[in-house]
């Protein structure tokens, strides 16, 4: 059994409220008039940096002193909206992570795979965060439902009135039909993970492997549940963000980036245990095998990256194109250095066999590729939410550390719960002895 | 005396293991071993050093990345750049997602191309090639262990492969 070490939970829990003083200063700092953006842009054209918005904010001149006006309001929604857009950027990061490893666990079940068995309780607990996590993205759903925030513009009576666009798509742009897709989602994953980990649990007691078959055909069935839900996820929750425009691999693009993290926080999570001496039939070959999943779903990340910016730019059509002409112009360090980060690192590093067994490679890789996906998120949201008055600062950064910390603590508070090796499974000596 | 080698004939790839083994400890020099399939951990129980296959492979593929980055550079933009549909031609890197298949192709394929052509010269495999197999069995059912007498005493050679289960024992001078 596991036992969660006063000092984990002393961190997890400083960087919790750490986290929270953070957020609530982001909140209480935004501008709250339009006087006050008037201030800020005073204050930065002072400094020489100042841009015009360009591309959609463009209207027609009313006079110099009627565009500013515009222009501020414009920038107040921006600035309003930041504190709001780091908070579900760093919810969704997290979540993605539980939802992942469950994509995962389900995958190694429906494979029978004979090496994982003995990984599967680390996997398990970092599902259990898949509760707390999909709850929190719904309540920040559900208050840009009821226009706390212009998370999202297609939520906006005022903007949907005048915008054919979104009129013709409201059908399925409504507020009610989003909270219900988002609660199906929610509630359907949740399920399958109550019902696979309280068999897993039940196996190990059990006299036959009922339990294990019962896991199986809830595996096989929960993929397909997940790879449909997880599409439409990836629609509703991100890519309505823009709701002009569209990309129909958007869902595998999604996918691909929850899966390398959650892969990559399993190979932490079992090198942290490993390294405490909680995992002694966890050998350097699992870690490997854990090393070329991590290698070899970033290069299928970068390949539908690329295929995703390729085909748009190719083809330079004008309402396609506008989603990376904001991000190039606007974003163009940390949407270029993420790819980089995501794609170069993992290549580099993870191709070497030898390297792939050395804990500390693993965990060095683990980290680039959760700050690259972490920013993979952060370009998804922004261009759409806060648009060019972006910035990593506290409301980023404190959003990451009190979903950090809520994250630790809910999956080694999780990993205390269970024996740490699945007993009775038919794969767990296959899994102890192997050997690649 | 110097060519003189003893082969020894196993039926089985799990017997020939523990062979090898002993062998090693023995002190004995293999010369060689002839099998029908590859048998997981024979290199390692023989004590063969690592394949650096994949070393080349690498270097091969960064051959075929320049290749194809030279070529394209040199094509689209400085021979003749054209306006082909609007593309910017420029610079590469304007242009550069409309070049990246063709980096990975070629990448892959001298990367591919050139490693099998390192394996063959340095295995030795070409057609026309006088097969070496020593005893035609053990492309079939039978594993052979070459090993070279040296100085040692050969009946007391004999003996051990007798030992090691071996199911023939063959004196060979060449």
Redesign the interface.
Known sequence: MYTLSGKLKITAIIFMILGAIGLVYAFATAPTSIEEVKEILAAQEHHGNHEMAAGEHSVAHHGDAAHDDEHAEHVLHQLQNKPWAALYVGAFFFFMIALGALAFYAIQYAAQAGWSPVLFRVMEAITAYLLPGSIIVFILLALSGVHLNHLFIWMDPDVVATDEIIQNKSSYLNVPFFLIRAAIYIIGWNVFRYFLRKNSLKQDEANDNSYYRKNFKLSAAFLVFFIVTESMMSWDWIMSLDPHWFSTLFGWYVFSSLFVSAITVIALVTIYLKSRGYLPYVNDSHIHDLGKFMFGISIFWTYLW?SQ??LI??S?IPEEVVYYVTRIEKYNLVFFGMVAINFLFPLLVL?N?EYKRINWFIVMTGIMILVGHYLDIYTMVMPATVGESWFIGVPEISAVLFFGGLFTFVVFNALTKAPLLAKRNPFIKESEHFHY | MASTKIHAIYTDDDILMQAVKDTRAKHYHIEEVFTPFPVHGLDKAMGLPHTRL?VTS?LYGLVGLTVAILMMNFIMIEDWPQNIG?KPSFSFLENL??F?PIMFELTVFFAAHLMVITFYLRSRLWPFKKAENPDVRTTDDLFLMEVLVENNNIEEMAQFFKNTGALEVNLINK
């Open positions: 690329f910016f390729m730019w190719y330079n191709m066999s | 994949a690498f609007g997602p409309a990246i």
